[in-house]
């Protein structure tokens, strides 16, 4: 059934209650009203999706609401900011009702479970494209900055990366969906968890962090470029899921764990001292976690692989 705006709006958004005790006023006026706890610094980011672009055509809509604001709440675990407060601009060709309340239902059980409130929002009509703004607190000083790599620390990822990247080609290849390591690898890219947990351990703590949206190598070279440094990973070291592996060759599973983006693991750099106490508090959450090399004086990534320079065949995604 086809719905007008107001219609959707009133039927799917509207009746979201407020469960912050923070928020004044959530949807249906102008504008939310929001307090800022007095004493912690607001962190703010935004990020959009385009059907064709960021998730393919005729994506289940429960999964699209889930993934449109784990991306955003990975920004917030990447900063070491705890959510708070979610706004979403939804743009779709038509007014699906079904669609938008089973996205909804995605957005609202992921939001829940991180102890976030929807508080606002637009929707227009066009290709279909969401943009989903996450709010989050973090003490001053205290964020997880790109900046603050110094050479002798270490490198390390959360969990395994490059299985959202065999997802999609396992759905590229037209390997059998129903596979059971097929359906594990496109899970990790329908439903990423963002490592909210894992960013607040990391606070004061790490050096810096980043989280993996666009690949390792690129991802980490921000983190170099940011902080002025270089450094040396060691490329058997990146970890890697059993389903990849056994999906996919060795070297087509290392392409996709250094370059392939959108797992939204976390990457950071902390001091060897810190280590080991920072792994088991993130073991403690049951988040793995991995060293995989160490920062560097210059500028350069030195990419290992048995002793050897590597040189992976992509490095990783980009828009333009
Ligand atoms: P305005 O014309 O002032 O932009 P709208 O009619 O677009 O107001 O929205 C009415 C209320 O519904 C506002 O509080 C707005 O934040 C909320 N809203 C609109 N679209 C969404 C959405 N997709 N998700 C959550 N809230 C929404
Ligand atoms: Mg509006």
């Known amino acids: 059934m086809n ?8 039927s ?7 469960r912050r005790g923070d928020v004044r006023l959530g949807i249906g006026d102008d504008c939310a009203l929001l307090t800022v706890p007095s004493g912690q610094e607001l962190a703010i980011s935004i990020d959009t999706m385009v059907e064709g672009v960021h998730f393919p055509h005729g994506f289940d809509p429960r999964s699209l609401g889930h993934r449109a604001l784990a991306v955003s709440l990975s920004d917030l675990a990447a900063m070491g900011a705890e959510p708070a407060w979610a706004t979403l601009s939804l743009t779709l060709p038509d007014g699906d009702a079904e669609w938008v309340h089973d996205f909804r239902l995605g957005f ?15 929707l227009t009509r066009g ?6 703004q996450v709010h989050g607190f973090v003490p001053p000083g205290m964020a997880l900055l790109r900046a603050g790599a110094t050479p002798g620390h270490l490198i390390a990822v ?48 790490a050096s810096a962090a980043i ?62 001292g810190n280590y080991d106490s920072l792994r ?11 060293a ?23 490095c990783g995604f980009r828009h333009f």
């Open 3 to 10: 719905l007008g705006e107001f219609q959707i709006i009133d």
């Open 12 to 18: 799917e958004f509207r009746p979201i209650a407020p």
């Open 108 to 122: 609202v059980a992921l939001a829940d479970a991180h102890s976030v409130d929807l508080v606002g929002g637009d």
């Open 127 to 132: 290709p279909v494209s969401v943009s989903v």
């Open 158 to 205: 959360t969990g395994t990366l490059g299985d959202a990247a065999g997802g999609l080609a396992c759905i590229r290849d037209g390997r059998n969906r129903t596979d059971e390591d097929c359906a594990y690898l496109f899970r990790r890219f329908e439903r990423p968890e963002p490592r909210t947990g894992a960013g607040l351990v990391l606070r004061g703590r």
């Open 211 to 272: 989280d993996i949206s666009d690949g390792l190598i690129q991802d980490l070279g921000h983190i170099l470029s940011a902080s002025g440094v270089g450094a040396e990973v060691e490329a058997n070291r990146v970890p890697r899921s059993r389903a990849l592996l056994s999906t996919f060759t060795d070297d087509e599973s290392l392409q996709m764990a250094l370059a392939g983006g959108d797992d939204y693991e976390l990457c950071f750099t902390c001091d060897p």
């Open 280 to 290: 088991n508090d993130l073991i403690g959450q049951g988040v793995g976690v991995t």
């Open 292 to 314: 995989i090399g160490r920062i560097a004086p210059g500028s350069d990534l030195a990419l290992m692989r048995n002793g050897k320079g590597f040189a992976p065949d992509s």
